[in-house]
């Protein structure tokens, strides 16, 4: 029999990264702000969060990112002048974002990286299960990842990872899971985990992208993990001792995602991703593929 295990609440999302890969624009502006069309890029990590069912939600942040506070917070100004102005299409989307999720936010300080912001967490989360998001990884509304991994969490305990798979010369990229199959075509079990390896060390194709679903021993494991790749805190070291020894917060799974995935870390994506979305907005898609077939055309 299945056993039932606690439902799940609260998301953190981590958000003090400096976003260098995108100076100058990032110099004043935090990268999490930076607009997939015509919605910050963060706002669609907390809608994602909200349709899986957590709507306490709670934002790593660091130096220079009060604008992502701002955004989810009131403005009376704004939301009075779209008022005088008859403007309800507007206001409602002002207002959409501040309704969405009871927010809240810690600062990182000092950025000794995912574990360390995930760390931040812990006098917040306390002793229940908890989601984390990151910013730069944007999931398909269409392809509800999250809900699924918290579906497995609820079924097995422990902690489940999102796994994805990639070319083999894609993998140092990425930290990288040993699998093992289940019952289920879509989850696997995870035995060993690594950060970021060479091709050739990589014990599979299976690459981790930025969502998870996390037991709370974690953050006892994390405060006793030595930074690791990059002079850093890795996430991944801390799961690792997970998936080694089940004894200490359960067993770590795996949700193989073959859905849409939009990389805005990284420019080329972040500008594919802004392509395929405004191509399938029903406001801005008919017009914009239509121009976009005419460009392509030309440049042919």
Known sequence: MT???????????PAAGLGTRFLPATKATPKEM?????????????????SAGLDDVLMITGRNKRPLEDHFDRNYELESALQKKGDASRLAKVQESSDLATMHYVR??????????????????????FA???GDDLIDPR????????EVQEQHGGSVVALMEVAPEQIHLYGCAAVEATADDDVVKVT??????????????????????????IFGILRKTEPGRGGEIQL??????????EKIGGPVHGVVFKG???????????LRAIVRLACEREDLGPDFRAWLRSYVAEEM
């Open 260 to 270: 849409r995935r939009y990389d805005t870390g990284d420019r080329g994506d972040y």
């Open 192 to 217: 060993g985990l690594v950060e970021k390896p060479e091709a050739a060390d990589a014990p599979s194709n299976y690459a981790i992208i930025g969502r998870y679903v996390l037991d709370p021993h």
């Open 34 to 50: 930076l607009p997939v069309v015509d919605k910050p890029a963060i706002q669609y990590v907390v809608e994602e969060a909200v």
């Open 3 to 13: 056993q039932s295990h606690p439902r799940i609440s609260k998301a953190v999302i």
């Open 132 to 134: 984390v998001l990151l």
């Open 236 to 245: 991944t070291d801390a799961l690792q001792q997970l998936a080694t020894d």
């Open 108 to 129: 990182q300080g000092d950025p000794k990286g995912l574990g360390h912001a995930v760390l931040c967490a812990a006098p917040h989360v306390g002793h229940e299960p």
């Open 143 to 150: 392809d509800p990842l999250l809900a699924r991994m918290v």
